[in-house]
């Protein structure tokens, strides 16, 4: 395999591991192991080959190592292993020529965490032991200490990494001999766990005694009926007051006058002054147009007038209309009917229409 080839396979697996997220590189000690392909180049006569002829070895073979290492810093440690480059054969007429190659190496390493993807170069030594068999002429050892320096990728997915790399080695007399490989990484460092949510107390339950959804230190109409629509103060928004008149009359009845002094207290509460709407007097449908036009009004005052004088202020805060026979809510053929339709409506009408809300 040529180095070109090499860095493209490298620079493949940086834009491959890059794609997914994951972590840099931990602080601490590692270690791993990895598989891989010897390349080798060189004169036989470098590894003590006894004969006459300049054998030059060009083969490849499978080869294996493990290594220890540690991080001072996610950019920068040492680390250290043992290889077991295989065996390298050359046939030169009828002799048979083996060498097997093993070393332990010390490298220091340098990384550039990119996001989850550790690139890093390293540089160090190797104790390389050679081993020559040839046939009919016996066998020898030799050993170098040579200069070596890789580079590589390393894809980090919490204490484990993936990584793929390529070593050289060289002396002075070195043409090529180098070692493509990759492994599994395990880092004995603890990644610190997530910090937890902090947790929310729930809020708590205070007071509520109309059952409104408005506590009772707030709620300044502590009487509303379960489930009505209020607002921020507890008032009811959709309250609806009718008053019966006699046929032809515009005086207020006991239960009448009982009724609207519900709402004296809460139309007098300064803190929901804000209260507006409408007090709207109707008749039945006896009688001429005009004239029960003038009898609604008449009704409609009659009560203004009585809120009026329990100290009500309906000053800018609701209008009194008579609206004679209209709006009907039951039927005029019969005098029960009639009796429904003299009334009038005292309507809160700033809830829910762009006004001040409670």
Not at 212 to 224: H, P, R
Not at 226 to 241: I, K, P, Q, W, Y
Request: hydrophobic share 35%; proline share 4%; net charge negative.
């Amino acid at each position: 395999m040529s180095t070109p080839r090499v860095l493209m396979l490298l620079a493949g697996m940086t834009v491959l591991s890059m794609a997914v997220p994951a972590f840099a590189a931990e602080e601490g000690i590692y270690i791993g192991a990895s598989g891989g392909q010897t390349n080798v180049k060189q004169n036989a006569a470098h590894y003590g080959y006894p004969g006459p002829y300049d054998v030059e070895l060009d083969d490849d073979d499978t080869g294996w190592k493990a290594y220890l290492g540690y991080n001072f810093f996610p950019w920068l440690g040492v680390e250290g292993g043992y290889i077991d480059f295989g065996s390298i054969s050359r046939t030169v007429f009828t002799q048979d020529i083996d060498v097997d190659f093993s070393g332990w190496d010390a490298f220091a390493v340098g990384r550039l965490p990119v996001g989850p993807v550790d690139l890093f170069v390293k540089a160090g030594v190797i104790d390389l032991k050679s081993e020559l068999d040839v046939s009919n002429a016996g066998s020898s050892n030799n050993n170098d200490t040579e200069f070596a320096y890789g580079a590589g990728v390393a894809y980090n997915y919490g204490n484990w990494a993936v990584r793929l790399e390529a070593e050289s080695f060289e002396s002075s007399i070195s043409k090529d001999f180098y070692f493509v490989s990759g492994g599994i990484t395990y880092t004995f460092a603890s990644r610190p766990a997530p910090a937890a949510a902090p947790v929310v107390a729930a809020p708590a339950q205070c007071p509520d005694q109309d059952n409104d959804g408005v506590c009772d230190a707030q709620d300044e109409c502590k009487d509303t009926a379960s489930g009505a629509t209020v607002g921020e103060l507890g008032c009811n928004c959709n309250f609806t007051m009718q008053t019966e008149f006699a046929f032809d009359s515009d005086v207020l009845t006991a239960g009448d006058i009982a009724q609207l002094d519900t709402i004296v207290p809460v139309l007098k509460n300064p803190k929901v002054n804000f209260i507006s709407g409408q007090i709207n007097g109707y008749t039945d449908s006896i009688g001429s147009e005009s004239y029960n036009l003038g009898l609604s009004k008449r009704r409609a005052q009659a009560v203004a007038s009585h809120l009026q004088r329990q100290g009500v202020d309906l000053s800018g805060r609701f209008t009194v209309n008579g609206y004679g026979e209209a709006n009907p809510i039951a039927d005029n053929s019969t005098e029960a009917g009639r009796a429904q339709n003299r009334r009038v409506e005292v309507l809160r009408t700033d809830c829910g229409s762009g006004g001040h809300k409670d």
